[in-house]
């Protein structure tokens, strides 16, 4: 235990140091996390009322990115799966990565939760009253806490292993990996049926949502990594094999098309039906009544989107640069298709055929990015410790002025 | 190489200052702007416009009449017969009344005075078998005409019923016709609305109602272009 | 393509052996011990400390506009601790209508007579709306807002008054702001819509900590002190019956409705929900729901549809009925019916004999 408490001491300090790229990433992180949270305790005073929220729109960007990074998360999934199923070894000393990725963006998700409650104070009769299993919202709570355990348990127990030079056993991790497999898929799954489960709202009560949400977060969320993992490399000593982003390039692409697909197919059923039920896609896809506000975003994801796919599925993309452009074309693409082409536009129009428009305001926006830094501070946190920590620069024995001094720039 | 001397040189002058020199300072330029800036607290949307209070009371649109019916002449409440025991009155539907002229006629073909008002008592009314019956059975009065309305209204599915929702406790009243239509002209005044919707964020009322337009249904029935398109939007788009 | 972590490596060792003296970023010291180690000049330690005061101070005026949080917002105890409506015994009621008795009259310096309503026996309640008898004047909405102390800014309506083109049912038609001079308007007809007490209410089903529930006399009610604010049954509702409370509800002190009860009209705070209850503080003690009091042409009618002699028994046996949105299986308590006769835009007796006339 005091072994332990001194392991988590030591990459505690360890965090705190750096060479001067690594401080200015770190203070810039922190500033924007700051200025997040002085914004979240605005809201906290006035309310609701600062965001672009309405009784009409009533879940805006939180949702929206909520939904995002429990794709995000999920997807760690892809990198577990060639692994530990298939036996591939390019990724083999990435996944740790790539569940660290899944950690930070599982506790974004929480934080985005939290800031669009109105009631953050009251947060303790979720465990008082917990609407278990009625409430497909309760069912969410469940499976991201649960993920959240699990990921933490696999990486601290590889991690700790590694710091002590010991293998780990597997009866500790493996059985965990393969429910995490499992478990990944039915967070997005949940989160899916948290909207396709309401009949008021047509323009979700689709069963291709779920199905959609898993196939979109398999595409951005390898490509987060790649792009990541690439950071990584250039910024740490850590080897990631160019043969490793090939395998993700190789999920991103199938990935990629199964949701291009799904969202025709969603298109047409829209479009081609006509029905009254179809006005939500009307007013996001060619506006409705005059008022298109949300019609150039879902445009420009599709054109990112379908570009992105262009690329991807030619030669072209063997070419890191072209695929990171690919990548990083299709992360905004999804981001868009997925919060502002997803959650918005079922509230346009309200149930009783009200248009009223949805605009972020300056403090929403700042509360977003401060959690977004908030998860990027965590996940360069974790990857400062991890990397030393695997390359066996920091052990149990090692004393901690040894560790080479390193880059982190992620 | 290259990269990696410049980027070595960069720090070597650089990197110190800017790992710890400046951090502090920025720190601190940070926590002067949040702690200086301001918590604007816009409540987007416009409070409700002050409107006539009077227009909440509940019940009906006219007061209860009293029986036998009573009306406030010369400051006091006289009785009909009052004045109609002393004076002679005609009854000619043809001619404008030169009494109570405040009166405003449009009952359909009901268009004589006596069809409904006794001629020998006025405060009594009269059934067209020649019964008289007080002013509060006005309702076995309208019937004669309104049967399918009187029938609704007896059911309770017409009608307005004040002071409790539950059937036969004493506090529950069904108002009459009278007290909600006028008996010499039925038919509801136009009435001016009160104000209409301004929750959060929805903009100028004005703008709402003009940026939705209206969509005719009868459109295909009642104008010739058929062809006219109810969705502007498609009209952009074709 | 193994090269740019040589490089980075060897850059990475340079960068590292070029921090020395001076550097604050150096391994060679060990600030979080607090001693100073061979290598840790005076100067870095003041750099380092900079930097930590720095962030304390950054993250200290971060939370400065808790400054204007209103004492009111912050939970006392006995708030905090209290327990959710059902699970309250008799005594933890009186003593949580004793508590809101207390800050009621100190916001609003008006003593109120709150009491908790529970549901009468073999009573359920239903709403019928004649379609052909409402003019749209808004008397509803605004008795409504008046009775149940919503707030006025920002301003929060449970009833929504649409102007329906003649010859559509679809709400999607429907105008929310119609801004005449006088109603009705003869080639529209109005359908106001509120909650529809649903008898399978989606609200109540994604509630992920049961704040909302369906009562047995068919009221779905809210426990203002249990509902965490999250949203999800404003966006399960197809009713668009449920409003937030974005902000503080402000609402002036001479228009506070006294007579409340713990389920229904008391002050709300910011951050819940709220809807429609059917005036529950009336409707329990046998009086009307205020929307239909006010109401000049009697075309809200309210009663319980387990006696067979009230008036929406009646409607539901004699008149053609319907509910909105039939097709999401919520099944509404809250009918629309017609007239055999439209009053608004009944065409007089000559004017109908002629028109018969020309088409013969």
């Not at chain 1, 036996?87 to 569940?99: A, C, S, T």
């Not at chain 1, 002590?164 to 990944?184: D, E, N, T």
């Not at chain 2, 309305?149 to 406790?169: F, N, P």
Request: proline share 7%.
């Amino acid at each position: 235990m005091k072994d332990y408490l001194i392991f988590l001491w030591r990459c505690a300090r360890l965090s705190f140091r750096g060479n001067w790229k690594y401080y200015t990433w770190m203070f810039i992180l922190t500033a924007i996390a700051l200025l997040g949270l002085n914004a979240y305790t605005k809201q906290l005073v006035a309310g609701l009322v600062t965001t672009g929220m309405t009784d009409q729109v009533s879940w805006g960007l939180y949702i929206a990115n909520f939904t995002y990074l429990v794709g995000v998360a999920a997807a760690a999934v892809m990198l577990v799966i060639p692994v530990y199923i298939y036996k591939n070894r390019e990724l083999h000393d990435l996944v740790i990565l790539g569940e660290l990725l899944a950690v930070a963006a599982i506790i974004m998700c929480l934080l985005f939760v939290t800031v669009d409650l109105g009631r953050p104070d009251r947060f303790i009769h979720l465990l008082l009253r917990f609407n278990f299993p009625i409430s497909m919202l309760t069912w969410d709570v469940l499976v991201l806490n649960g993920y959240l355990v699990l990921n933490l348990h696999i990486c601290g127990y590889l991690i700790y292993c590694a710091y002590h030079k010991r293998q780990p056993s597997k009866i500790f991790y493996i059985p965990f990996v393969f429910l995490a497999i499992g478990w990944a898929i039915t967070i997005h799954t949940v989160t899916a049926f948290l909207y396709s489960g309401l009949g008021g709202r047509p323009f979700w009560n689709s069963a291709v949502i779920a199905p959609r949400f898993i196939a979109s977060a398999f595409a951005a969320g390898p490509a987060i990594i790649i792009l990541t993992l690439q950071i990584i490399r250039h910024a740490t000593q850590y080897p990631v094999a160019d043969a490793a982003l090939h395998l993700l390039r190789r999920i991103v692409t199938v990935a990629l098309s199964i949701n291009m697909f799904l969202l025709g197919s969603e298109v047409f059923t829209e479009f081609y039906t006509g029905s009254a039920h179809s006005v939500s896609a009307r007013y996001l896809f060619v506006g409705l009544h005059g008022h298109h506000a949300l019609v150039p975003w879902i445009w420009s994801a599709i054109f990112l989107n379908t570009g992105a796919l262009f690329v991807l599925l030619t030669p072209l993309s063997r070419r890191l640069w072209i695929l990171n452009l690919a990548c990083a074309a299709m992360i905004v693409g999804i981001w868009i298709e997925k919060g502002m082409g997803l959650i918005v536009p079922a509230f346009i129009p309200s149930p009783l055929g009200e248009i009223v428009e949805y605009t972020p305001t300056a403090n929403e926006i700042l509360v977003c990015l401060g959690i977004w830094a908030f998860g990027l501070l965590l996940y360069t946190i974790f990857v400062r410790i991890t990397v030393p920590v695997l390359q066996g620069h920091l052990t149990a024995d090692s004393d901690s002025t040894d560790i080479p001094q390193q880059v982190d720039a992620s | 190489m290259g990269v990696g001397s410049a980027s070595q040189s960069f720090s070597a002058t650089w990197g110190a200052p800017l790992g710890g020199l400046l951090i502090g300072p920025a720190f601190l330029a940070l926590a002067a702007v949040m702690w200086f800036g301001s918590l604007e607290i816009i409540t987007p949307g416009a409070p409700t416009p002050l409107f006539d209070k009077s227009a909440l009371t509940p019940g009906g649109l006219r007061p209860r009449m009293d029986e036998p019916p009573t009306s406030l002449i010369g400051g006091y409440n006289q009785r009909c017969n009052d004045c109609h025991q002393v004076f002679t009155s005609r009854f000619d539907p043809s001619r404008p009344p030169s009494q109570h002229t405040h009166i405003h006629f449009d009952h359909g073909i009901n268009d004589s005075c006596t069809n409904c008002h006794a001629r020998k008592n006025r405060e009594r009314l009269i059934l067209r078998d020649g019964v008289e019956i007080p002013f509060n059975e006005v309702a076995t009065l309208c019937q004669q005409c309104h049967g399918p309305v009187y029938r609704d209204w007896k059911r309770g599915t017409h009608g307005k019923t004040m002071g409790s929702w539950q059937m036969g406790s004493p506090a529950q009243r069904r108002l009459v016709c009278t007290e909600c239509h006028d008996p010499h002209a039925p038919t509801y005044a136009p009435m001016v609305p009160l104000p209409g919707p301004n929750t959060l964020h929805m903009g100028e009322r004005a703008e709402v109602v003009h940026q939705k337009p209206e969509r005719n249904p009868l459109r295909r029935w009642t104008t010739p272009a058929r062809d006219a398109d109810p969705h502007p939007i498609n009209e952009e788009h074709n | 393509m193994r090269l740019p972590v040589v490089k980075n490596q060897e850059s990475v060792h340079s960068s590292a052996s070029s921090c020395g003296d001076g550097c604050t970023c150096s391994g060679g010291a060990n600030p979080y011990t607090g001693s100073t180690r061979p290598g840790m000049t005076r100067r870095s330690f003041l750099r380092r400390g900079a930097a930590v005061t720095g962030g304390l101070a950054a993250l200290a005026a971060s939370l400065s506009p808790l400054r204007d949080l209103d004492g009111d917002d912050i939970p006392s105890v006995q708030k905090f601790l209290q327990k959710h409506y059902k699970e309250m015994s008799g005594e933890e009621m009186e003593e949580a209508l004793a508590r809101i008795r207390k800050e009621v009259e100190k916001r609003y310096d008006v003593r109120p007579d709150i009491r908790d309503f529970k549901p009468m026996d073999g009573v359920e309640f239903v709403y019928g709306l004649n379609l052909s008898r409402c003019i749209g004047c808004r008397k509803c909405v605004h008795a409504c807002v008046a009775e149940n102390n919503q707030s006025r800014d920002p301003e929060i309506q449970y009833i929504r008054v649409l102007e329906m083109p003649r010859g559509s049912v679809d709400i999607e038609d429907g105008d929310h702001s119609y801004d005449r001079a006088t109603v009705p308007d003869e080639n529209h007809y109005y359908m106001p819509i509120q909650c529809h007490q649903c008898a399978n209410p989606p609200c109540v089903k994604v509630c992920p900590v049961e704040a909302t529930w369906q009562e047995d006399d068919g009221i779905t009610v809210i426990d203002y002190d249990w509902c965490i604010g999250c949203r999800y049954c404003e966006a399960a509702c197809p009713y668009w019956a449920r409003r937030f409370n974005f902000a503080k509800p402000t609402l002036p002190k001479a228009d506070l409705n006294p007579n409340m009860a713990y389920l229904s009209n008391r002050p709300r705070e910011k951050g819940v929900m709220e809807k429609c209850h059917f005036c529950l503080q009336r409707t329990r003690q046998g009086r009307l729901p205020a929307c239909l009091e006010v109401c000049p042409t009697g075309a809200r009618k309210f009663g319980n549809i387990l006696d067979p002699q009230s008036e929406v028994s009646q409607i539901l046996k004699t008149k053609r009925v319907f509910v909105l949105k039939a097709d999401v299986g919520t099944l509404p308590r809250f009918f629309y019916y017609f007239d055999e006769r439209d009053p608004i835009s009944d065409i007089p007796l000559e004017a109908s004999s002629e028109h018969a006339g020309e088409s013969a």
